[in-house]
């Protein structure tokens, strides 16, 4: 399923353009990645990718931690990052498959 179909036409608050489930997580990924939703759900870390998804949205007694837009945004980045849920595709190639550098 594509993120538009999961999102209404138009957004009730601007952080609906914040992805919040592991569909539209998968659905975006693959749209950057350009690999496939269903070989990434295989091959990602969906832990790490559900666990920052829903950093954004905590709270205690009622109490947002991350009340803002950019706040949440900016969570969610850093979860993202620090603990990325896709392969390192560009390292794997790069360590994996290089080719054997020519001696002198």
Not at 37 to 64: M, N, T, W, Y
């Amino acid at each position: 399923s594509c993120w538009s179909e999961t999102r209404s036409s138009s957004t009730d608050s601007p952080s609906d353009a914040i992805p919040h489930s592991l569909a539209e997580y998968l659905w975006l990924a693959e749209q950057v990645t350009g690999i496939e939703a269903a070989v990434l759900s295989k091959v990602a870390r969906i832990d790490l990718a559900d666990s920052a998804l829903h950093a954004p949205s905590a709270s205690f007694g009622g109490q947002e931690f991350y009340p803002g837009l950019i706040d949440k945004a900016a969570v969610l980045t850093c979860r993202l990052a620090w603990n990325p849920p896709l392969p390192d595709w560009e390292r794997a190639c790069r360590v994996g498959h290089a080719p054997p550098l020519p001696l002198p």
